[in-house]
């Protein structure tokens, strides 16, 4: 008798396709359906995944939730300057979603089990798993449960004639979103092997970028970028676009050495052209409207936040009222930022604000309205008390 059904999350990749076999052979599952779900990846993938979930599994279903991860998750993350040890969130952000709709299959389904492709490595699994385990969902994941390597995946994916992407002499594991790409698996675990031209698809090489400089305006309003070179477009519209036009200068290449929340330390690759851009042009046009106190404070926010978000916990009590804060400081953060990229760099070169507390008046050398003597009486007891500890060694 067998186990009934299983909703599987479903990428197309070689951990979810041998799935769709495991889930009947070692674990007796009758139907295994399988849940693609797009959030912004190449449209040739999400077609692989449709048109392999419909050969190999009993029924399966393709989700497009490409705006609603823009709306929901990306453009929060631009708000609180979202990145986690240096790099752009981007698989970390996408995955509660993706689990979220796979709970509602489930529930259309009537299934009270779920199943995911995750090894007991990673963050995947602990990012999944909140999400499932909060609806009240059965989980399987065998790659961990099992214990799996990819070297015995892909035998078995050829012995059960399941069509997989990777070879043995190139396994490596892409995730890609709208907003960033991730490279990992086979020879980039060595963290001084240095990785071949081959594995990035979103940048040029910065040796290969043009020798000419790119130049780029974009505008926001309250922390939302709404603009790309005075043109509006969409969220989604937009990242897309500068996506294509910052990998074309070798913007927004990271490799580095990641602490995952298991404790791991694991050599991963990513691409985020348009995150690179937009992450940096925000963060600019906030020193211009924001008061020093509000950049101090709303600093400590958003690593809480990021730290928060990169673990998947975004049901979190905390994350939500850090996320109220953020909205709160984003009230004036309106204008545009004029950047330059060249070769794998981005540099801000003017910026422009309706609500900015800078004064050309004020600050500058030639004007008078500041009585300069009124500063005396500030400077007097500037670093007082450290004045009085150096009196007292003497």
């Given at each position: 008798m067998g186990k009934g059904t299983v909703i599987l999350a479903f990428s197309g990749g070689l951990d979810t396709s041998i799935c769709v076999p495991l889930l009947k052979e070692q674990y007796g599952y009758d139907t295994v359906i399988t849940v693609a779900v797009d959030v912004g990846q190449p449209e040739k993938d999400i077609r692989m995944a449709t048109e392999k979930g419909?050969?190999?599994?009993?029924?399966?279903y393709t989700i497009d939730i490409k705006e609603r991860f823009v709306t929901e998750q990306?453009?929060?993350s631009i708000k609180a300057?979202?990145?986690?040890e240096g790099y752009p969130m981007g698989t970390a952000l996408a995955r509660p979603l993706i689990a979220e709709e796979i709970v509602k299959i489930?529930?259309?389904e009537g299934a009270t089990t779920v199943a995911h492709g995750c090894t007991?490595?990673?963050?995947?699994?602990l990012r999944f798993d909140f999400v499932f385990r909060k609806a009240g969902l059965t989980i399987i994941a065998p790659m961990r449960e099992m214990n799996l390597t990819r070297e015995w995946e892909m035998d078995y994916a050829e012995k059960h004639g399941v069509p997989i992407s990777v070879a043995k002499d190139k396994p490596y594991?892409?995730?890609?979103?709208?907003?960033?790409?991730?490279?990992?698996?086979g020879k980039l675990e060595d963290p001084a092997f240095h990785p071949p031209e081959e594995i990035y698809g979103w940048t040029v090489s910065p040796m290969e970028a043009p020798d000419e400089p790119r130049n780029l305006v974009i505008g926001f309003e309250k922390g939302v970028p709404v603009s790309l070179d005075g043109e509006r477009l969409g969220g989604y519209a937009l990242i897309r676009k500068l996506n294509e036009i910052a990998g074309a200068c070798g913007v927004g290449r990271n490799d580095m050495i990641e602490d995952r929340i298991l404790g791991l330390k694991a050599r991963e690759i990513y691409e985020h052209p348009a995150a690179t851009v937009?992450?940096?042009?925000h963060a600019d046009l906030e020193h211009l409207v924001?008061?020093?106190?509000?950049l101090a404070f709303k600093s400590i926010v958003d690593d809480k936040w990021s730290e928060l978000g990169y673990m998947g916990l975004i049901e979190e009590p905390l994350f939500k009222a850090l996320t109220a804060f953020v909205d709160t400081t984003q009230e004036r953060v309106s204008g545009t930022v004029d950047l330059v990229l060249y070769k794998g760099c981005v540099t801000v070169v003017g910026r422009s604000a309706p609500q900015a507390i800078y004064s050309n008046d004020l600050v500058s050398f030639e004007s008078t309205t500041i009585d300069q003597n009124d500063a005396g009486g500030f400077s007097a007891y500037y670093g007082f008390q450290a004045r009085l500890v150096a009196q007292l060694k003497k």
């Open positions: 419909n050969l190999i599994a009993d029924k399966h990306i453009i929060p300057n979202g990145s986690y489930a529930k259309a007991g490595k990673g963050n995947d699994q594991s892409v995730d890609e979103n709208c907003w960033s790409r991730s490279i990992e698996g937009l992450l940096k042009a924001l008061t020093r106190q509000e």
